[in-house]
Protein backbone atom coordinates (compact mmCIF):
# COMPACT_ATOMS: atom_id res chain seq x y z
CA UNK A 1 0.00 0.00 0.00
CA UNK A 2 1.40 3.58 -0.59
CA UNK A 3 1.40 5.94 1.80
CA UNK A 4 2.89 8.81 0.07
CA UNK A 5 2.80 8.74 -3.60
CA UNK A 6 4.90 12.13 -5.04
CA UNK A 7 4.80 13.18 -8.38
CA UNK A 8 7.08 15.48 -10.24
CA UNK A 9 7.68 17.43 -6.78
CA UNK A 10 9.60 20.43 -6.42
CA UNK A 11 10.60 22.87 -4.58
CA UNK A 12 11.87 26.55 -4.74
CA UNK A 13 13.96 28.83 -2.49
CA UNK A 14 13.30 31.96 -4.15
CA UNK A 15 14.68 31.46 -7.83
CA UNK A 16 17.03 28.52 -6.61
CA UNK A 17 15.56 24.81 -6.98
CA UNK A 18 16.47 23.02 -4.45
CA UNK A 19 14.24 20.01 -4.93
CA UNK A 20 14.22 18.81 -8.56
CA UNK A 21 11.36 17.01 -10.06
CA UNK A 22 11.30 13.80 -7.83
CA UNK A 23 8.59 11.64 -8.19
CA UNK A 24 8.87 8.03 -5.83
CA UNK A 25 6.44 6.08 -4.13
CA UNK A 26 6.64 5.17 -0.09
CA UNK A 27 5.54 1.76 0.91
CA UNK A 28 3.99 1.41 4.05
CA UNK A 29 4.92 0.34 7.47
CA UNK A 30 8.51 0.27 5.98
CA UNK A 31 11.25 2.21 6.64
CA UNK A 32 12.73 4.62 4.12
CA UNK A 33 15.67 6.25 4.09
CA UNK A 34 17.12 9.32 2.45
CA UNK A 35 20.62 9.86 2.00
CA UNK A 36 22.76 11.81 0.06
CA UNK A 37 25.59 14.44 0.58
CA UNK A 38 24.89 17.85 2.67
CA UNK A 39 22.78 20.18 0.94
CA UNK A 40 21.32 18.45 -1.52
CA UNK A 41 18.02 19.07 -0.73
CA UNK A 42 16.96 16.06 1.71
CA UNK A 43 15.48 17.77 4.73
CA UNK A 44 13.78 19.83 2.22
CA UNK A 45 12.48 17.08 0.76
CA UNK A 46 11.16 15.64 4.04
CA UNK A 47 9.44 18.58 5.21
CA UNK A 48 7.41 19.10 1.94
CA UNK A 49 5.88 15.52 3.00
CA UNK A 50 3.98 17.37 5.88
CA UNK A 51 4.33 21.03 4.70
CA UNK A 52 6.53 22.24 7.76
CA UNK A 53 7.91 24.13 4.52
CA UNK A 54 4.84 25.94 4.85
CA UNK A 55 6.45 28.79 7.39
CA UNK A 56 9.67 29.65 5.22
CA UNK A 57 8.82 32.67 3.07
CA UNK A 58 9.76 32.79 -0.45
CA UNK A 59 9.21 29.30 -0.77
CA UNK A 60 7.47 27.69 -3.66
CA UNK A 61 6.60 24.18 -4.55
CA UNK A 62 5.65 22.38 -7.93
CA UNK A 63 3.96 19.08 -8.92
CA UNK A 64 2.26 16.90 -6.13
CA UNK A 65 2.06 14.95 -3.30
CA UNK A 66 -0.63 12.70 -2.48
CA UNK A 67 -0.75 11.24 1.34
CA UNK A 68 -3.33 8.27 1.01
CA UNK A 69 -4.76 9.55 -2.50
CA UNK A 70 -5.11 12.88 -0.62
CA UNK A 71 -3.46 15.64 -2.49
CA UNK A 72 -2.02 17.45 0.71
CA UNK A 73 -1.98 21.17 -0.67
CA UNK A 74 -5.55 20.61 -0.54
CA UNK A 75 -5.72 19.27 2.80
CA UNK A 76 -5.70 20.81 5.95
CA UNK A 77 -1.75 21.63 7.00
CA UNK A 78 -2.57 21.01 10.87
CA UNK A 79 -4.62 17.76 10.30
CA UNK A 80 -1.75 16.33 7.88
CA UNK A 81 0.50 16.75 10.77
CA UNK A 82 -2.07 15.16 13.41
CA UNK A 83 -0.90 11.93 10.85
CA UNK A 84 2.69 13.06 9.82
CA UNK A 85 5.08 12.91 13.33
CA UNK A 86 8.53 14.67 12.71
CA UNK A 87 11.38 13.89 14.33
CA UNK A 88 14.18 16.78 14.36
CA UNK A 89 18.20 16.88 14.26
CA UNK A 90 18.67 17.85 17.52
CA UNK A 91 16.06 16.77 20.45
CA UNK A 92 13.58 19.72 21.03
CA UNK A 93 12.08 18.31 24.10
CA UNK A 94 9.50 21.30 25.58
CA UNK A 95 10.78 22.97 28.77
CA UNK A 96 7.68 21.04 30.38
CA UNK A 97 7.51 17.98 32.51
CA UNK A 98 8.04 14.67 31.00
CA UNK A 99 4.09 14.02 31.15
CA UNK A 100 3.43 17.33 29.85
CA UNK A 101 5.42 17.02 26.64
CA UNK A 102 3.55 13.87 25.89
CA UNK A 103 0.02 14.86 26.35
CA UNK A 104 0.71 18.31 24.89
CA UNK A 105 0.10 17.54 20.95
CA UNK A 106 -3.03 14.79 21.67
CA UNK A 107 -4.17 17.61 23.98
CA UNK A 108 -4.37 20.81 22.16
CA UNK A 109 -5.79 18.85 19.46
CA UNK A 110 -8.79 17.80 21.27
CA UNK A 111 -8.42 14.28 21.94
CA UNK A 112 -9.70 12.42 24.38
CA UNK A 113 -8.43 9.49 26.40
CA UNK A 114 -7.26 8.59 29.75
CA UNK A 115 -3.55 10.84 29.96
CA UNK A 116 -1.87 8.44 32.13
CA UNK A 117 -2.56 5.80 29.71
CA UNK A 118 -1.15 7.49 26.96
CA UNK A 119 1.89 8.55 28.67
CA UNK A 120 2.75 5.22 29.89
CA UNK A 121 1.98 3.12 26.63
CA UNK A 122 3.88 6.13 24.65
CA UNK A 123 6.71 5.63 26.34
CA UNK A 124 6.73 1.71 26.43
CA UNK A 125 6.77 1.88 22.98
CA UNK A 126 10.26 3.74 22.82
CA UNK A 127 11.72 2.12 25.73
CA UNK A 128 12.41 5.00 28.14
CA UNK A 129 9.17 3.86 30.41
CA UNK A 130 11.05 2.27 33.10
CA UNK A 131 13.71 4.60 33.33
CA UNK A 132 11.50 8.23 33.76
CA UNK A 133 8.54 6.34 35.34
CA UNK A 134 9.25 8.00 38.83
CA UNK A 135 9.99 11.33 37.59
CA UNK A 136 6.93 12.08 35.42
CA UNK A 137 7.03 15.40 36.45
CA UNK A 138 11.01 16.43 36.32
CA UNK A 139 11.42 19.15 33.54
CA UNK A 140 12.52 16.84 30.43
CA UNK A 141 15.39 19.19 30.19
CA UNK A 142 16.80 17.44 32.66
CA UNK A 143 17.10 13.69 30.70
CA UNK A 144 20.36 12.64 28.41
CA UNK A 145 20.41 13.90 24.86
CA UNK A 146 19.33 9.65 23.79
CA UNK A 147 16.31 9.90 26.49
CA UNK A 148 15.64 13.35 25.08
CA UNK A 149 15.69 12.34 21.63
CA UNK A 150 13.24 9.13 22.18
CA UNK A 151 10.76 11.29 24.13
CA UNK A 152 10.52 13.46 21.33
CA UNK A 153 9.71 10.23 19.36
CA UNK A 154 7.04 9.17 22.43
CA UNK A 155 5.71 13.12 22.13
CA UNK A 156 5.20 11.98 18.22
CA UNK A 157 3.45 8.67 18.70
CA UNK A 158 0.71 10.02 21.13
CA UNK A 159 -0.21 11.58 18.06
CA UNK A 160 -1.36 7.69 17.15
CA UNK A 161 0.20 9.26 13.60
CA UNK A 162 0.78 6.73 10.24
CA UNK A 163 4.23 8.46 9.51
CA UNK A 164 7.13 9.41 11.30
CA UNK A 165 9.56 11.95 9.63
CA UNK A 166 12.92 11.92 10.87
CA UNK A 167 15.75 14.25 10.00
CA UNK A 168 18.76 13.23 11.07
CA UNK A 169 17.71 11.93 14.07
CA UNK A 170 21.16 10.80 15.55
CA UNK A 171 23.16 13.23 14.33
CA UNK A 172 23.35 15.23 17.68
CA UNK A 173 23.65 11.62 19.72
CA UNK A 174 26.42 9.38 21.15
CA UNK A 175 27.18 5.37 18.99
CA UNK A 176 25.25 4.26 22.43
CA UNK A 177 22.41 6.45 22.01
CA UNK A 178 22.14 6.06 18.49
CA UNK A 179 21.95 2.15 18.56
CA UNK A 180 19.02 2.59 20.76
CA UNK A 181 17.17 4.62 18.62
CA UNK A 182 18.01 2.03 15.64
CA UNK A 183 16.86 -0.84 18.01
CA UNK A 184 13.76 1.36 18.05
CA UNK A 185 13.06 2.18 14.11
CA UNK A 186 13.27 -1.28 13.68
CA UNK A 187 10.75 -1.88 16.45
CA UNK A 188 8.51 1.16 15.65
CA UNK A 189 8.58 -0.33 11.70
CA UNK A 190 5.83 -2.49 12.27
CA UNK A 191 3.40 0.02 13.34
CA UNK A 192 4.32 2.97 11.24
CA UNK A 193 5.67 4.30 8.03
CA UNK A 194 9.01 5.58 8.59
CA UNK A 195 11.80 7.59 6.98
CA UNK A 196 14.64 8.65 7.96
CA UNK A 197 17.20 11.13 6.55
CA UNK A 198 20.82 10.38 7.57
CA UNK A 199 24.29 11.09 6.16
CA UNK A 200 25.07 8.06 7.50
CA UNK A 201 25.37 5.23 4.84
CA UNK A 202 26.14 2.17 7.85
CA UNK A 203 23.01 3.45 9.13
CA UNK A 204 20.82 4.10 6.16
CA UNK A 205 22.03 0.10 5.77
CA UNK A 206 21.29 -0.66 8.72
CA UNK A 207 17.67 0.37 9.25
CA UNK A 208 16.28 0.84 6.21
CA UNK A 209 14.26 -1.33 3.75
CA UNK A 210 14.39 1.39 0.61
CA UNK A 211 16.79 4.26 -0.28
CA UNK A 212 16.45 6.72 -1.96
CA UNK A 213 19.83 8.73 -3.04
CA UNK A 214 19.70 12.47 -3.57
CA UNK A 215 22.23 14.10 -5.39
CA UNK A 216 22.01 18.21 -5.75
CA UNK A 217 18.12 18.28 -5.31
CA UNK A 218 17.48 15.32 -7.87
CA UNK A 219 16.18 11.63 -6.82
CA UNK A 220 19.35 9.72 -8.33
CA UNK A 221 18.18 5.86 -7.43
CA UNK A 222 15.38 4.42 -5.35
CA UNK A 223 14.98 0.98 -4.31
CA UNK A 224 15.53 -1.91 -2.32
CA UNK A 225 18.31 -0.77 0.49
CA UNK A 226 20.01 -4.27 0.02
CA UNK A 227 19.89 -3.74 -4.00
CA UNK A 228 21.22 0.15 -4.18
CA UNK A 229 24.15 -0.48 -1.68
CA UNK A 230 25.42 -3.53 -3.62
CA UNK A 231 24.89 -3.11 -6.95
CA UNK A 232 24.15 0.12 -7.45
CA UNK A 233 22.48 0.91 -11.00
CA UNK A 234 23.50 4.32 -11.08
CA UNK A 235 27.30 5.28 -11.35
CA UNK A 236 26.74 8.39 -9.23
CA UNK A 237 25.17 6.44 -6.37
CA UNK A 238 28.06 4.05 -6.63
CA UNK A 239 30.74 6.88 -5.96
CA UNK A 240 28.64 7.72 -3.02
CA UNK A 241 27.85 4.87 -1.09
CA UNK A 242 31.73 4.28 -1.99
CA UNK A 243 32.67 7.37 -0.33
CA UNK A 244 34.34 8.34 -3.43
CA UNK A 245 32.91 11.89 -3.10
CA UNK A 246 30.29 13.26 -0.58
CA UNK B 1 46.46 44.86 18.80
CA UNK B 2 44.96 48.07 20.41
CA UNK B 3 46.48 48.11 23.48
CA UNK B 4 50.22 47.80 21.99
CA UNK B 5 51.47 50.38 24.84
CA UNK B 6 51.38 48.82 28.46
CA UNK B 7 51.48 52.37 29.80
CA UNK B 8 48.32 53.30 28.19
CA UNK B 9 46.88 49.82 28.94
CA UNK B 10 47.76 50.09 32.93
CA UNK B 11 46.35 54.14 32.64
CA UNK B 12 43.32 52.95 31.22
CA UNK B 13 42.84 49.67 33.83
CA UNK B 14 43.79 53.05 36.77
CA UNK B 15 40.33 54.96 35.25
CA UNK B 16 38.60 52.07 35.47
CA UNK B 17 39.05 51.26 38.53
CA UNK B 18 38.89 54.94 39.57
CA UNK B 19 35.15 55.33 37.72
CA UNK B 20 34.33 52.51 39.69
CA UNK B 21 35.23 53.28 42.65
CA UNK B 22 33.76 56.89 42.24
CA UNK B 23 30.18 55.14 41.48
CA UNK B 24 30.25 53.06 44.45
CA UNK B 25 31.33 56.04 46.80
CA UNK B 26 28.32 58.18 44.92
CA UNK B 27 26.10 55.28 45.93
CA UNK B 28 27.16 55.06 49.48
CA UNK B 29 27.33 58.20 50.18
CA UNK B 30 23.56 58.51 48.65
CA UNK B 31 22.47 55.66 51.22
CA UNK B 32 24.57 57.19 54.46
CA UNK B 33 22.77 60.64 53.88
CA UNK B 34 19.68 58.98 52.99
CA UNK B 35 19.87 57.48 56.27
CA UNK B 36 21.31 60.17 58.32
CA UNK B 37 18.40 62.22 57.20
CA UNK B 38 15.68 59.55 58.19
CA UNK B 39 17.33 58.29 61.25
CA UNK B 40 16.80 61.58 62.59
CA UNK B 41 13.16 62.22 61.56
CA UNK B 42 12.29 58.73 62.81
CA UNK B 43 13.77 60.52 66.49
CA UNK B 44 10.88 62.69 66.30
CA UNK B 45 8.33 60.61 64.05
CA UNK B 46 7.60 56.93 65.18
CA UNK B 47 8.23 54.55 62.30
CA UNK B 48 4.91 52.97 63.04
CA UNK B 49 3.38 56.13 62.61
CA UNK B 50 4.87 57.23 59.54
CA UNK B 51 4.49 53.25 57.70
CA UNK B 52 0.83 53.17 59.22
CA UNK B 53 -0.96 56.27 59.55
CA UNK B 54 -3.38 57.15 56.86
CA UNK B 55 -3.08 61.27 56.73
CA UNK B 56 -0.44 62.87 55.23
CA UNK B 57 0.14 66.68 56.21
CA UNK B 58 3.66 67.32 56.75
CA UNK B 59 3.68 70.99 55.46
CA UNK B 60 0.32 71.48 57.33
CA UNK B 61 -0.71 72.44 60.87
CA UNK B 62 -1.99 69.98 62.62
CA UNK B 63 1.16 67.86 61.31
CA UNK B 64 0.67 64.63 59.85
CA UNK B 65 3.12 61.95 58.76
CA UNK B 66 1.56 58.75 58.07
CA UNK B 67 2.94 57.97 54.62
CA UNK B 68 0.08 55.53 53.09
CA UNK B 69 -1.69 58.14 51.01
CA UNK B 70 1.87 58.23 48.94
CA UNK B 71 1.93 54.84 49.14
CA UNK B 72 -1.28 54.57 47.27
CA UNK B 73 -0.80 57.16 45.06
CA UNK B 74 2.15 55.38 43.68
CA UNK B 75 0.91 52.14 43.80
CA UNK B 76 -2.37 53.24 41.55
CA UNK B 77 -0.40 54.84 39.15
CA UNK B 78 1.88 51.50 39.16
CA UNK B 79 -1.34 49.21 38.51
CA UNK B 80 -3.13 51.20 36.08
CA UNK B 81 0.46 51.66 33.78
CA UNK B 82 1.57 48.34 34.11
CA UNK B 83 -2.19 47.32 33.04
CA UNK B 84 -1.64 49.66 29.99
CA UNK B 85 1.69 48.29 29.22
CA UNK B 86 1.93 44.82 30.01
CA UNK B 87 -0.62 43.44 27.90
CA UNK B 88 0.18 45.80 25.12
CA UNK B 89 3.89 45.20 25.83
CA UNK B 90 3.43 41.65 24.66
CA UNK B 91 1.22 42.22 22.11
CA UNK B 92 3.92 44.36 20.42
CA UNK B 93 6.45 41.99 21.18
CA UNK B 94 4.68 38.73 19.96
CA UNK B 95 3.73 40.84 17.05
CA UNK B 96 7.59 42.03 16.65
CA UNK B 97 9.16 38.60 16.58
CA UNK B 98 6.57 35.63 15.68
CA UNK B 99 4.51 37.54 12.71
CA UNK B 100 6.69 41.26 11.27
CA UNK B 101 8.25 40.65 8.26
CA UNK B 102 12.23 41.94 8.78
CA UNK B 103 10.67 44.97 7.04
CA UNK B 104 8.37 45.99 9.54
CA UNK B 105 11.03 44.90 12.44
CA UNK B 106 13.74 46.99 10.97
CA UNK B 107 11.31 49.91 11.49
CA UNK B 108 9.25 48.92 14.17
CA UNK B 109 11.82 48.26 16.44
CA UNK B 110 13.54 51.78 16.67
CA UNK B 111 10.52 53.56 15.87
CA UNK B 112 9.41 52.06 19.44
CA UNK B 113 12.80 53.10 21.09
CA UNK B 114 12.15 56.72 20.26
CA UNK B 115 9.02 56.10 22.73
CA UNK B 116 11.24 55.84 25.48
CA UNK B 117 13.68 58.72 24.64
CA UNK B 118 10.73 61.33 24.97
CA UNK B 119 11.71 63.55 27.90
CA UNK B 120 9.52 63.02 30.57
CA UNK B 121 8.80 66.69 30.71
CA UNK B 122 6.39 66.37 27.62
CA UNK B 123 4.88 63.53 28.97
CA UNK B 124 3.69 65.19 31.69
CA UNK B 125 2.19 67.53 29.18
CA UNK B 126 1.20 65.73 26.85
CA UNK B 127 -1.25 63.84 29.90
CA UNK B 128 -2.31 66.94 31.38
CA UNK B 129 -2.76 69.42 27.41
CA UNK B 130 -4.26 66.30 25.73
CA UNK B 131 -5.06 63.01 27.45
CA UNK B 132 -6.74 64.82 30.37
CA UNK B 133 -9.58 66.97 28.30
CA UNK B 134 -9.82 63.21 26.12
CA UNK B 135 -10.78 61.83 29.41
CA UNK B 136 -12.96 64.88 30.65
CA UNK B 137 -15.22 64.68 27.27
CA UNK B 138 -15.68 60.83 27.77
CA UNK B 139 -15.91 61.05 31.98
CA UNK B 140 -17.00 64.60 32.68
CA UNK B 141 -16.64 64.47 36.52
CA UNK B 142 -12.80 63.23 35.87
CA UNK B 143 -10.34 66.58 38.13
CA UNK B 144 -7.88 68.50 36.02
CA UNK B 145 -5.36 66.72 38.01
CA UNK B 146 -6.34 63.27 37.92
CA UNK B 147 -4.16 59.45 38.26
CA UNK B 148 -5.64 57.93 35.31
CA UNK B 149 -4.30 60.64 32.87
CA UNK B 150 -0.65 60.36 34.19
CA UNK B 151 -1.24 56.38 34.16
CA UNK B 152 -1.75 56.51 30.60
CA UNK B 153 1.33 58.14 29.53
CA UNK B 154 3.67 56.85 32.17
CA UNK B 155 2.35 53.24 30.36
CA UNK B 156 3.33 54.37 27.36
CA UNK B 157 6.64 55.60 28.53
CA UNK B 158 7.43 51.59 30.19
CA UNK B 159 5.54 50.22 26.84
CA UNK B 160 9.29 50.05 25.08
CA UNK B 161 10.83 48.76 27.64
CA UNK B 162 8.49 45.83 28.02
CA UNK B 163 7.90 45.03 24.30
CA UNK B 164 12.28 45.59 23.69
CA UNK B 165 12.60 42.76 26.89
CA UNK B 166 10.20 40.08 25.52
CA UNK B 167 10.58 40.96 22.01
CA UNK B 168 14.54 39.91 22.70
CA UNK B 169 12.96 36.76 25.12
CA UNK B 170 10.56 35.69 21.94
CA UNK B 171 13.22 36.10 19.39
CA UNK B 172 15.92 34.45 21.12
CA UNK B 173 13.15 31.49 21.36
CA UNK B 174 14.81 28.11 19.93
CA UNK B 175 13.06 27.77 16.29
CA UNK B 176 13.53 24.35 17.09
CA UNK B 177 11.02 24.40 19.61
CA UNK B 178 8.24 26.16 17.44
CA UNK B 179 9.12 23.51 14.66
CA UNK B 180 8.71 20.99 17.41
CA UNK B 181 4.84 22.80 18.37
CA UNK B 182 4.01 23.22 14.43
CA UNK B 183 4.97 19.43 13.59
CA UNK B 184 2.23 18.14 16.40
CA UNK B 185 -0.45 20.16 14.75
CA UNK B 186 -0.42 23.10 16.42
CA UNK B 187 -1.65 26.38 15.25
CA UNK B 188 0.92 29.25 15.88
CA UNK B 189 -1.69 30.63 18.68
CA UNK B 190 -1.16 27.78 20.73
CA UNK B 191 2.52 27.53 20.00
CA UNK B 192 2.56 31.23 21.36
CA UNK B 193 0.33 30.92 24.27
CA UNK B 194 1.34 27.63 25.60
CA UNK B 195 5.06 27.10 25.06
CA UNK B 196 6.26 30.35 24.34
CA UNK B 197 5.04 32.37 26.84
CA UNK B 198 5.20 30.01 29.34
CA UNK B 199 8.69 29.09 28.78
CA UNK B 200 9.82 32.97 28.71
CA UNK B 201 7.99 33.78 31.98
CA UNK B 202 11.02 34.48 33.30
CA UNK B 203 12.14 37.24 31.01
CA UNK B 204 8.62 38.77 30.75
CA UNK B 205 8.72 38.46 34.72
CA UNK B 206 11.96 40.70 34.74
CA UNK B 207 10.49 43.02 31.88
CA UNK B 208 7.53 43.37 34.33
CA UNK B 209 9.81 44.33 37.24
CA UNK B 210 11.96 46.61 35.98
CA UNK B 211 8.69 48.38 34.37
CA UNK B 212 7.33 48.77 37.93
CA UNK B 213 10.95 49.74 38.99
CA UNK B 214 10.56 53.03 36.81
CA UNK B 215 6.65 53.51 37.15
CA UNK B 216 7.65 53.60 40.72
CA UNK B 217 10.42 55.98 40.17
CA UNK B 218 8.73 57.99 37.88
CA UNK B 219 8.33 61.55 38.69
CA UNK B 220 8.10 64.72 36.49
CA UNK B 221 4.84 63.20 34.22
CA UNK B 222 3.00 62.00 37.64
CA UNK B 223 4.33 65.61 39.28
CA UNK B 224 2.51 67.75 36.16
CA UNK B 225 -0.18 65.27 35.88
CA UNK B 226 -1.71 63.79 38.85
CA UNK B 227 -1.54 66.81 40.95
CA UNK B 228 -0.61 67.41 44.47
CA UNK B 229 -3.36 65.77 46.77
CA UNK B 230 -2.60 62.68 49.01
CA UNK B 231 -5.05 60.41 49.72
CA UNK B 232 -6.41 56.69 50.04
CA UNK B 233 -8.39 56.81 46.85
CA UNK B 234 -9.69 53.62 44.65
CA UNK B 235 -11.22 56.31 42.06
CA UNK B 236 -8.29 57.06 38.87
CA UNK B 237 -9.99 59.68 38.27
CA UNK B 238 -9.08 61.85 40.89
CA UNK B 239 -5.73 64.02 41.75
CA UNK B 240 -3.52 62.16 44.13
CA UNK B 241 0.24 62.44 44.66
CA UNK B 242 2.89 59.71 44.37
CA UNK B 243 6.04 59.76 46.89
CA UNK B 244 8.10 61.37 44.05
CA UNK B 245 5.55 63.87 43.39
CA UNK B 246 5.79 64.92 46.96
CA UNK B 247 9.57 65.04 46.90
CA UNK B 248 9.48 67.82 44.06
CA UNK B 249 7.14 69.73 46.10
CA UNK B 250 9.04 70.05 48.76
CA UNK B 251 12.16 70.50 47.25
CA UNK B 252 11.01 73.12 44.82
CA UNK B 253 9.19 74.65 47.66
CA UNK B 254 10.15 77.11 50.58
CA UNK B 255 10.82 75.15 52.82
CA UNK B 256 13.82 75.21 55.43
CA UNK B 257 16.82 73.04 55.30
CA UNK B 258 17.01 71.01 58.46
CA UNK B 259 13.27 71.52 59.65
CA UNK B 260 11.16 68.23 60.29
CA UNK B 261 9.32 68.91 57.02
CA UNK B 262 12.53 68.78 55.15
CA UNK B 263 13.82 65.45 56.54
CA UNK B 264 10.33 63.88 55.25
CA UNK B 265 12.14 63.83 52.03
CA UNK B 266 14.38 61.70 53.00
CA UNK B 267 12.25 59.34 54.86
CA UNK B 268 10.24 59.07 52.00
CA UNK B 269 13.39 58.45 49.75
CA UNK B 270 14.63 55.70 51.60
CA UNK B 271 10.64 54.39 51.52
CA UNK B 272 11.20 54.85 47.30
CA UNK B 273 14.92 53.46 47.87
CA UNK B 274 13.54 50.20 49.69
CA UNK B 275 10.87 49.45 47.36
CA UNK B 276 12.79 49.49 44.03
CA UNK B 277 15.47 47.50 45.52
CA UNK B 278 12.96 45.07 46.88
CA UNK B 279 11.79 44.93 43.31
CA UNK B 280 15.10 44.73 41.52
CA UNK B 281 15.89 41.39 44.30
CA UNK B 282 12.50 39.97 43.05
CA UNK B 283 13.28 40.11 39.12
CA UNK B 284 16.61 38.52 40.16
CA UNK B 285 14.88 35.62 41.88
CA UNK B 286 11.88 34.95 39.15
CA UNK B 287 14.79 35.28 36.85
CA UNK B 288 16.85 32.47 38.69
CA UNK B 289 14.42 30.14 40.15
CA UNK B 290 11.88 30.02 36.84
CA UNK B 291 14.29 30.28 33.97
CA UNK B 292 12.74 27.64 31.24
CA UNK B 293 11.94 25.21 32.99
CA UNK B 294 8.48 23.61 34.64
CA UNK B 295 5.45 25.33 32.97
N1 LIG C 1 15.43 28.44 4.32
C1 LIG C 1 16.22 28.35 3.23
N2 LIG C 1 16.35 29.41 2.40
C2 LIG C 1 17.12 29.32 1.29
N3 LIG C 1 17.79 28.23 0.93
C3 LIG C 1 17.71 27.15 1.71
C4 LIG C 1 16.92 27.13 2.89
N4 LIG C 1 17.02 25.91 3.48
C5 LIG C 1 17.85 25.20 2.69
N5 LIG C 1 18.26 25.92 1.61
C6 LIG C 1 19.15 25.47 0.53
O1 LIG C 1 18.54 24.39 -0.14
C7 LIG C 1 19.47 23.35 -0.41
C8 LIG C 1 19.01 22.06 0.22
O2 LIG C 1 19.07 22.18 1.64
P1 LIG C 1 18.63 21.03 2.62
O3 LIG C 1 17.31 20.52 2.19
O4 LIG C 1 18.73 21.55 3.99
O5 LIG C 1 19.76 19.96 2.36
P2 LIG C 1 20.20 18.67 3.21
O6 LIG C 1 19.17 18.44 4.27
O7 LIG C 1 20.28 17.58 2.22
O8 LIG C 1 21.54 18.98 3.77
C9 LIG C 1 20.81 23.83 0.12
O9 LIG C 1 21.56 24.34 -0.96
C10 LIG C 1 20.46 24.92 1.08
O10 LIG C 1 21.45 25.91 1.08
MG1 LIG D 1 19.38 18.48 6.41
Same mark, same amino acid.
Given at each position: ?246 | ?56 ? #? ?42 ? #? ?36 ? #? ?114 ? #? ?39
Amino acid at each position: MTVFDIKNFSVFYGPKEAVKSVSLKIKKNKVTAVIGPSGCGKSTFLRSLNRMNDFIPNLTTKGEIFFFKENIQKTNPVDLRRKIGMVFQRPNPFPKSIYKNIIWGPKINGYKCNWDELVETSLQKTGLWDEVKDRLNDSALNLSGGQQQRLCIARAIAMNPDVILMDEPCSALDPAATARIEDLIEELSQNYTILIVTHNMQQAARVSEETAFFYNGQLIEFGATKDLFTKPKEKRTEDYITGRFG | MIFKNSLFKKSLSTLLALTGVLTLSITLFSIILLGKESWSFFQKVPLKDFLFGTHWA #PLLEPKSFGVLPLLSGTFMIVILSISLALPLGLLTATFLSEFAS #PHWRKWLKPALEILAGIPTVVYGYFALTFITPLLKSIY #PPTEIFNALSASIVVGIMILPMISSLCDDAFFDFPISLKEGALSLGATPFEFITQILYPASLSRIGAALVLAISRAIGETMAVTIAAGATPKITLNPFESIQTMTAYIVQVSLGDT #PAGGIEYQTCFAVGALLFILTFFFNWIGHKIMTRWSWELS
